[in-house]
């Protein structure tokens, strides 16, 4: 076996354009990424895994293996994608992320535009769990698992819509665009949506096989598959042929580390979420509030809300955004401050508990954190934006500050975010503080 890249664990990687060809009986596994027994838990966290290419000449030959996907894992202790962004790769005979044997777990992550055959492949004895994870416009169809008796796969919060069926060997004909299940062993579905996906461009069916519905999805076109019943447990479904409107938007940057569907004001996914089960956040990062269901939550923006920043002396606000992983495992997350004045000194703080405090000792901006706030003021932590008024800080999660110590965070907890920052209004010696921002942390 052959490898194009590397197989590793990563954080905030890109892994861009390797291509791998097999030729007679050879098999290629993974233009990207390989995993192969033996290799031991594999990370990959805020990771973009794009326009790799495997190609095996011989696959349409009987008897030849397969070009394997720009991600494979065969065997494998475990394999964990977090925030990442799988597109624009393609593969003879294998999706974008090709499991066997191999346990798998898919956090906050888009698979899209990949080709032949589809987005995501599992097969073997390789128990899965996807979670607010968006597979969009993939070509061969999204989601394609064949699992033994006792192996369990769950998705939670997913959004599988636009891909098509169509594939370089003709139509596969059995429809399941968005999720295509073989095997005894059925695939456990909550807060998730199937819809609007294609088969040469034209209506399919979204899910084919056997599923078990934990409440709160919508099925655009439920095909032949089972499990689904309109109005039991919150599901929403359509009818084979008739498929419900799922007021899903094009699949786009709306924020967060990966691209996302938006819902149309009319979507009936709206609210229609479970408040129990639904993740905290939605795929870009972005608490929920009444949950809708799939991947992306309507209204959410991430900011505090209540808390609006204040412009400065450029006559913009300033904006902090999150950048890296908030997996508190992979300890890369990253605090960007920008529109900020240019060589403004500023400091980042950190606390539990958003609120609104309009002009605290006199700044001209808002803080948007109450309780107990600490600050990032360690040596080389305080520093000046660039010229293009920008400054990051990358966050030692195992050492988030307070007032009177350091804390290690902890899956699931939620933090608050701010930057203030120093300015010159009119002459006069000033401060300001850019927008909050909230991270729900992941494991």
Request: hydrophobic content about 40%; overall charge negative.
């Amino acid at each position: 076996m052959e490898s194009g890249a590397l197989y590793a664990s990563l954080v905030d990687s890109t892994l861009s354009s390797n291509t791998v060809y097999a030729y007679g009986a050879s098999l290629v596994a993974g233009s990207a990424v390989f995993v192969e027994a033996g290799a031991g838990p594999v990370s990959l966290s805020a990771c973009r895994i794009i326009g790799n290419v495997g190609i095996n000449d011989s696959y349409m030959s009987p008897g030849f293996g397969p070009t394997g996907g720009a991600l494979f894992a065969n065997n494998g202790d475990s394999l964990r994608l977090v925030e990442c962004r799988v597109t624009g790769n393609t593969a003879t005979g294998a999706a974008a992320i090709d499991i066997e044997g191999t346990p798998i777990e898919i956090v906050d992550t888009e698979v899209s535009s990949n080709s032949f055959p589809g987005g995501i492949r599992i097969s073997g004895a390789s128990p899965a769990t996807l979670v607010n994870t968006t597979v969009s416009g993939n070509v061969g169809g999204g989601i394609f698992t064949n699992l033994p008796a006792g192996t369990a796969v769950t998705a939670i919060g997913v959004t599988s819509s636009a891909n098509d069926t169509a594939s370089a060997l003709g139509s596969l004909a059995y429809g399941g665009g968005g999720w295509y299940h073989m095997g005894p062993e059925p695939v456990a579905l909550s807060n998730t949506i199937l819809a609007g996906n294609l088969n040469y461009g034209f209506p399919e069916s979204d899910a084919t096989g056997s599923f078990v519905s934990l409440g709160h999805n919508l099925i655009g076109d439920p095909g032949v598959s089972t499990g689904f019943v309109d109005g039991i447990g919150g599901d929403i479904v359509g009818s084979p042929g008739v498929p419900v409107a799922d007021g899903l938007l094009p699949l786009e940057d709306r924020g967060g580390p990966t691209r996302t569907h938006g819902l149309s004001a009319t979507s009936p996914a709206i609210d229609a979420g479970d408040l129990t089960s639904a993740p905290p956040a939605d795929q870009r990062g972005f608490p929920r509030g009444i949950p809708d269901i799939g991947a992306f939550e309507r209204g959410a923006s991430g900011e505090v809300a209540g808390c609006t920043a204040v412009p400065n002396s450029t006559g913009a606000a300033g904006v902090l955004d999150l950048g890296g992983s908030r997996s508190v495992s992979a300890n890369g997350l990253r605090l960007e401050a920008s529109a900020l004045p240019p060589g403004a000194f500023a400091l980042f703080i950190a606390g539990r508990t958003s609120g609104f405090v309009p002009h605290p000792a006199g700044s001209d901006g808002n803080l948007c954190l109450t309780g107990a706030i600490g600050r990032f003021n360690a040596p080389g932590q305080v520093l000046p934006s660039n010229a293009a008024g920008e400054l990051a800080l990358d966050v030692d999660l195992d050492a988030l500050p307070t007032p009177s110590s350091f804390v290690a965070a902890a899956p699931g907890e939620t933090w608050v975010f701010q930057a203030w920052h120093r300015d010159v209004v009119a002459g006069a010696a000033s401060s300001n503080f850019t927008t909050g921002r909230v991270a729900v942390l992941l494991p």
